[in-house]
Structures are given as C-alpha cells and as structure tokens.
C-alpha cells in the first residue's frame, strides 16, 4: 500500500518518465515512442537493428505497449499521461503483468549494452544519456544502484531497479535514481 508521500514520489517519476518518452511533447504515447526508445538504445550501443539483442529489446518494448495500449479507451493508438500514470500506480498496488513486462525490457536494454552479467559506470551513464536522463547525473545514479558496492551493476540490480522505478513509492529505492534526480 502506497502511502500519501510514496504515491507522490511515484508520480513525480512516473510523469519524468513520461517526459522522457513523449519525445513529440504532444501530451501521448504510442507504440512508435517506445519503439524509437528501443532503437535509439541500439544504434546508441551500435547494435544493429536486426541483430538478436535488439530484435529482443523491441519485441520487449512491443509487449510492454502491447500492455499498456489496453488503456486506449478510444483506440486512438494513443495513451494519455493520466491514463500511463494510473496504470503504474495500479502496478504499484498489485504487481502484475506490467511489473514483469518492464523487468523483460531492462534484461533485454542490459543485452543491447553489452552487460553480460555487469554494468561498468561508463557504460550506465552512456545507457542513461541514451534513455533522455541527463548524463552530469549518472555517476550518482550508478552508485545508487551497485547496491552491493563492487563498483559494477549487475544485470539483476539494474532489473531491480528499473522494477522500482515504476513501482516503489519509498523514498530509499535504488530505482529512483535510474532516469536523474526526481523532485516530488
């Protein structure tokens, strides 16, 4: 159960990452949104588009808005900020599906990186700057994450925290840091 000040805090990341998606600021998400996250990681790490890992990372991302785009009461192909924020704050409550879906898309964003088994920092930070978190942050977020202390993420902390980002209203989370600094 979210309390009033975890309900806040994960709204606040929930709408930075509706920000960071809704690349056209047209105020709605669609499949291409997610698909041109999912590629600009690849090319990011020049991965080509057809090559297993990122063929993995967009079929992720297909499943996830597979997902979410059930929200689309007017079948628009379009989903609205209030209608993305709800759905997570609903995960948050009972994980679910979403929650699992999101895990699959940060092993595969892990794959496409060349994370096998760990994140070294300058790999993270390139990740972040790639998903629109600006990059002077990442250096603080990557330490959030190696909650172990080796100085590596590991694929499991980094699927964690992506989990926590969208789900955990505590103000402790690892996950908070994953797309910079978040103001509730």
């Given amino acids: 159960m979210l309390t009033t000040e975890g309900r806040r805090l994960l709204t606040a990341k929930l709408d930075r990452r509706f920000d960071l998606l809704d690349v056209d600021g047209d105020g709605h998400l669609g499949e291409r949104e997610l698909d041109d996250l999912a590629m600009g990681i690849a090319a990011g790490f020049d991965v080509p588009l057809d090559a297993p890992t990122a063929v993995a990372l967009r079929r992720a991302y297909a499943r996830l808005w597979s997902e979410l785009s059930q ?9 609205s900020r209030g209608q993305y924020v709800d759905a997570w704050l609903r995960e948050a409550e009972q994980p679910g599906l979403l929650a699992e879906l999101v895990r699959t898309c940060a092993e595969a964003v892990a794959a ?32 959030r994450l190696d909650t172990d202390h080796d100085g590596m993420v590991s694929v499991t902390q980094f699927a964690n925290a992506y989990v926590d980002f969208f789900t955990s209203g505590d103000p402790a989370a690892p996950g908070n840091a994953l797309f910079g600094r978040i103001e509730p």
């Fill in 71 to 79: 929200l689309d009461a007017d079948r628009d192909g379009l989903i």
């Fill in 112 to 143: 496409v990186a060349g994370a096998e088994g760990d994140f070294y920092e300058p790999a993270f930070i390139r990740l972040q700057a790639l998903s629109g978190a600006h990059p002077d942050q990442g250096a603080a977020a990557f330490a």
